[in-house]
């Protein structure tokens, strides 16, 4: 517009002749030129890692770029932030399902440190990803966490939580596909001196089973029991929970395990003066003492030599005729450990004749000064079969007098001496005498019997393996008729029945209570377990055929060997079904229904049971009557265990209805066998006042049914040693009563040796 109003005044102007100016023509336009800036535009949008790390030109290409492919190198391209950030939520999610799998695998202490990593992860600001998903699900509160008992990674392994009272303090893998909880009390974890001190490992102790009930049916508030005067001190509990007239039972901090553990490890061993170690009681006094021994120990446990008795009738008849006696120290000691035994068993049946409360610990004082047990020389001295045997017996003493601790690690030292012995295995030399092989054999089954009972309470696995034993089993070992009296009280078939059952019992701790690097699942355990089972069913079926059915045409050895048989048929029936009856438990306590009609059934199998003790036991007319002819030696264990397993399916009265009364049922037979057998047995004593301060501190109306079996009367009469009439079963011997030292002078010489002279 401009460019023609110009020309026209041009013209006007110049004239004609002026020059006419020519439009400009549209120019098209051109790129502009090149430039360094825009030549870089080409390249592309993502280059790999190898290319920036070199700062080189990146083809792009997929799936290998042209420098990478030359080089034959990896092309790996980075994602994008976004993509970045989910797949950084991906892995975090992994790692955390990983941590809590790994919880279930390391012990206490790395687990809580597990945990609270865990509790700090939870507590960040959420991730991008989940923040700018809509789909994102919030993070449930920390408080309703804890009561989810299941992982959502796997359906049968469980997640971490914080605490529960629940907690069952153990490093142990889960038997229920629950995992290990926080400690419950403060200061009682597994630092706490009474846990450690304890020794109760896993979930296999009635110890544990009590602390779990304990701590799930006890009262918030404090509960007030009442202690009449004069009540003996061995009677209290070791957590001092009755403390005089006027107590006070509390959930304050106290050692679960200190709460519930009856036996008396924390003690200490108990010596006494017992004066010359080679002086032994009257004739009639050891007749009564060894008869004892032989009628209710030797039978299950054959630990002595087939000649003992006959030496000991050999040594009195020297005594009495005036002649000259050398023994050795280790003869002295097996004969002081048999009285030892026996004169506990005295007490226990309040027999007429047994002399005062300290002779029991006078005997064993002997036998320990003449094995030199306070010094190095047991450790360094050479292995022999005496020896082992003596150590045997040692470990069986503990165990009577309630040190299962200490009793297991002097069996461990038995069974080591015995394997260097040999005793473990066959040995096909044809030059050892028939006699020889029978009491190797015999030692080395009545140590590993013993062994499997102590097992069983302190939850600890074996030293030995089933497969690395080849020793034939009594029955066969015991082949021939042997002319010692102490021999032909051994019955073959008893001790093969016992032998299996106690390979299966180690075969059950080894399979589901014993911690290995890889926990299985609760579908394998599952699996364990109704094969431990049919197992030993199938054992029953041989080995007591008619298990049902009261035979009383049998003689009193049979009829004894039979009650044996089956209290350790549901003692092990209560150990292989425990953990699917453990399961629900948690389930109750949870409010989930996790579990599966196998595991009820399990569960159920289990409080049968342990229903099935109580109606053994109920058959016995006095606790005397159930002391011969029972296990007295773990009689309290039998009861204990039983009663654990009752009283915590009562806890759960929705998942056990069906059999609710029946269990209170055989609870209060059982309370009441314990409330008989606690005048004379310390050890009976403290469990039923554990029972008693779970019942008396739990939350009002659990114990409904059962209430009328603890009177709040606590008194404890002792009964005092008396003289009287003497069974005629425990006095086989003559009655000569001539005392030994009268006809012996003892006197040390300089080397702190006993020398004893004939007069």
């Known amino acids: 517009m401009q460019d023609g109003t110009r020309s026209e005044l041009n013209a006007s102007s110049y004239g004609s002749h002026s020059k006419v100016a020519i439009p400009r023509l549209p120019y098209p336009k051109r790129p502009p030129p090149p430039t360094p800036r825009s030549r870089q535009r080409d390249r592309v949008q993502r280059a790999c890692q190898n290319c920036r790390k070199r700062k080189i030109k990146c083809s792009g290409g997929h799936p290998h770029c042209n420098y990478c492919e030359k080089t034959g190198k990896t092309c790996i391209y980075e994602l994008p932030r976004k993509d970045r950030l989910a797949t950084a939520a991906d892995r975090n999610q992994q790692l955390e399902s990983l941590l809590k799998d790994l919880s279930l695998r390391v012990g206490d202490d790395d687990r809580r440190r597990i945990e609270d990593a865990l509790q700090d992860s939870d507590g960040e600001v959420a991730s991008p990803v989940s923040i700018s998903s809509p789909k994102a699900t919030t993070a449930q509160p920390q408080h309703e966490s804890r009561h989810r008992p299941f992982?959502?990674?796997s359906s049968h392994v469980p997640s971490a939580p914080e605490t529960s009272p629940t907690s069952d303090r153990s490093s142990l893998p889960r038997l229920d596909g629950v995992d290990p909880e926080a400690e419950f009390v403060k200061g009682g974890g597994a630092d706490s001196p009474e846990v450690v001190e304890a020794g109760f490992l896993g979930q296999v102790s009635e110890v544990q089973w009590l602390q779990s009930l304990w701590s799930r049916v006890q009262n918030a508030e404090t509960v007030s029991v009442r202690s009449v005067d004069g009540s003996i001190s061995h009677t209290s509990p070791p957590s001092t929970a009755l403390d005089g007239n006027q107590g006070s039972l509390s959930s304050a901090p106290l050692s679960?395990?200190?709460?519930?553990?009856?036996?008396?490890?924390?003690?200490?061993?108990?010596?006494?003066?017992?004066?010359?170690?080679?002086?032994?009681?009257?004739?009639?006094t050891a007749g009564l003492l060894f008869q004892c021994f032989l009628k209710t120990v030797q039978t299950s446990f054959p630990l002595l030599p087939a000649t003992l008795e006959g030496q000991l009738h050999q040594y009195y008849d020297l005594v009495r005729n005036g002649q000259s006696i050398h023994c050795p120290d280790k003869w002295f000691a097996l004969v002081n450990l048999v009285f030892a035994i026996g004169a506990k068993f005295s007490h226990l049946i309040s027999a007429e004749w047994r002399a005062n409360d300290l002779d029991h610990i006078i005997y064993f004082s002997r036998a320990f000064q003449l094995l030199s047990m306070n010094d190095t020389i047991i450790v360094l001295s050479t292995p022999d079969l005496a020896a082992t045997q003596a150590a045997g017996l040692f470990a069986f003493y503990y165990m009577i007098v309630g040190h299962v601790n200490r009793a297991w690690v002097m069996v461990g030292t038995a069974l080591r001496s015995a394997f260097s012995l040999g005793l473990h295995v066959h040995d096909p030399d044809v030059s050892i005498p028939p006699a020889i092989k029978q009491s190797m054999a015999?030692?080395?089954?009545?140590?590993?019997?013993?062994?499997?009972?102590?097992?069983?309470?302190?939850?600890?696995?074996?030293?030995?393996?089933?497969?690395?034993i080849t020793t034939p089993l009594p029955s066969i070992a015991f082949g021939g008729q042997s002319q010692s009296i102490l021999e032909n009280r051994i019955d073959p078939v008893f001790m093969n029945a016992d032998t299996n059952l106690n390979l299966l019992t180690q075969q059950v701790i080894s399979k589901l209570y014993t911690q290995r690097r890889s926990t299985p699942s609760w579908v394998q355990i599952q699996k364990t377990i109704i094969s431990l089972v049919?197992?030993?069913?199938?054992?029953?079926?041989?080995?007591?055929?008619?298990f049902h059915v009261e035979n009383w045409n049998w003689d009193y050895a049979q009829q004894r060997n039979c009650l044996l048989l089956k209290l350790q048929y549901y003692r092990l029936k209560t150990l292989t079904t425990r953990p699917s009856l453990r399961r629900i438990e948690r389930c109750f306590e949870a409010g989930t229904d996790d579990y599966t009609a196998v595991d009820q059934s399990v569960a159920e199998a289990c409080?049968?049971?342990?229903?099935?003790?109580?109606?053994?036991?109920?058959?016995?007319?006095d606790v005397k009557a159930l002391y011969e002819k029972g296990p007295w030696w773990s009689i309290v264990h039998n009861i204990m265990q039983a009663l654990a397993i009752l009283m915590n399916a009562m806890a759960c009265p929705q998942h056990f209805k069906d059999s609710t009364n029946s269990s209170a049922q055989h609870v209060r037979q059982l309370v009441g066998r314990l409330r008989g057998m606690r005048e004379t047995n310390s050890m009976a004593a403290r469990a039923y006042q554990v029972l008693y301060s779970i019942v008396k501190t739990s939350r009002p109306h659990i114990w409904d049914d059962i209430s009328d079996a603890f009177p709040d009367d606590m008194t404890i009469l002792l009964q005092q040693p008396a003289s009287g009439k003497i069974d005629l079963r425990y006095m086989p011997w003559p009655g000569h009563d001539r005392p030994s030292e009268v006809l012996f002078r003892y006197e040390l010489d300089g080397f702190g040796n006993y020398q004893f002279h004939l007069l």
């Open 151 to 153: 992982a959502s990674g």
């Open 256 to 284: 679960q395990i200190a709460l519930t553990n009856f036996y008396h490890d924390e003690e200490g061993v108990k010596l006494g003066n017992c004066g010359n170690p080679f002086e032994l009681p009257p004739e009639h």
């Open 442 to 468: 015999r030692t080395w089954w009545s140590l590993h019997a013993l062994e499997s009972l102590l097992s069983s309470i302190t939850g600890r696995p074996s030293i030995i393996s089933n497969e690395d």
């Open 534 to 546: 049919a197992d030993l069913d199938q054992w029953a079926v041989e080995s007591i055929p008619h």
């Open 607 to 621: 409080i049968q049971a342990a229903q099935g003790v109580a109606s053994l036991l109920a058959f016995e007319s």
